[in-house]
């Protein structure tokens, strides 16, 4: 049963902490994204990649937040430091992109981040 | 402009009988893909179904389909015969490319459907 694996699953850390998120994609898929949920702002996009490449984080915080694919089987989001306005879900996704079309986007279960 | 719109914030449907969500969306790419998903109270975010922008036919999964209307721009999930399980937030999602060339996953703001028995 192929699914996308988070963790941790919840964390709970003081402002200024650094805070790191782990995803394992499917196997086989080539695209990773990673989604910010809050109630005010809905799903944000952060961070995608494309075969471990990034092709867009013009949606992450640069100064704080960074993300990367250190292999095929590992994407990371990293917090530094972290602030009670970044308390959220944070979701990684992994797709299948081929030439034309797209038709796979399957999330992991998330991540429950809160900053005190 | 908004890339994904759903515009019911909250739905309700009577068990055993069927439900449309709608879904509008904004793209001048010729290939894009249309997502929905649903997310229940415990978080996750479940992948319901798929259309891409080439298929002819709308897309059925069990009880879920695509009403996908290209000249409109719509792509309503329509869930038959409701069941208590299917209260949750649904979400409409597309992806196409971006200024950049490059295919992000955009969704709405969410229909929160509530299955009353």
């Known amino acids: 049963d192929a699914r996308v694996t988070q963790t941790p699953r919840h964390k709970v850390t003081e402002m200024g902490q650094e805070v790191t998120m782990r995803c394992q994609p499917i196997?086989?898929?080539?695209?990773v994204f990673w989604y910010r949920q809050t109630m005010m702002q809905g799903l944000e996009l952060l961070a995608y990649?494309?075969?471990?490449?990034?092709?867009?984080d013009s949606g992450m915080p640069k100064d704080r937040f960074s993300a990367e694919m250190p292999d095929a089987t590992l994407a990371t989001l990293k917090i530094q430091p972290s602030e009670p306005r970044d308390s959220a879900v944070y979701f990684c996704?992994?797709?299948?992109?081929?030439?034309?079309?797209?038709?796979?986007?399957?999330f992991g279960q998330g991540t429950r981040l809160t900053v005190v | 402009a908004q890339k994904i719109t759903q515009t019911q914030p909250g739905m309700f449907v009577q068990e055993k009988e069927a439900v449309t969500l709608d879904c509008t969306y904004d793209?001048?790419?010729?290939?894009?893909?249309l997502f929905w998903y649903k997310q229940p109270s415990s978080g996750e975010m479940i992948f319901l179904i798929y259309?891409?922008?080439?298929?002819?036919q709308n897309a059925t999964e069990g009880r879920y389909s695509l009403n996908f209307q290209k000249a409109r721009k719509s792509a309503n999930l329509v869930i038959s015969a409701s069941q208590l399980g299917d209260s949750a937030m649904y979400f409409c999602?597309?992806?196409?490319?971006?200024?950049?060339?490059?295919?992000?996953?955009?969704f709405g703001s969410g229909t929160r459907l509530q299955v009353q028995p």
């Open positions: 996704a992994s797709g299948l992109d081929r030439v034309r079309v797209n038709t796979e986007a399957f």
């Open positions: 196997l086989g898929h080539n695209t």
């Open positions: 990649f494309r075969n471990r490449a990034p092709l867009d």
């Open positions: 793209t001048s790419d010729q290939s894009y893909g």
């Open positions: 259309q891409g922008s080439y298929d002819e």
């Open positions: 999602a597309m992806r196409d490319r971006t200024n950049m060339g490059r295919r992000a996953l955009t």
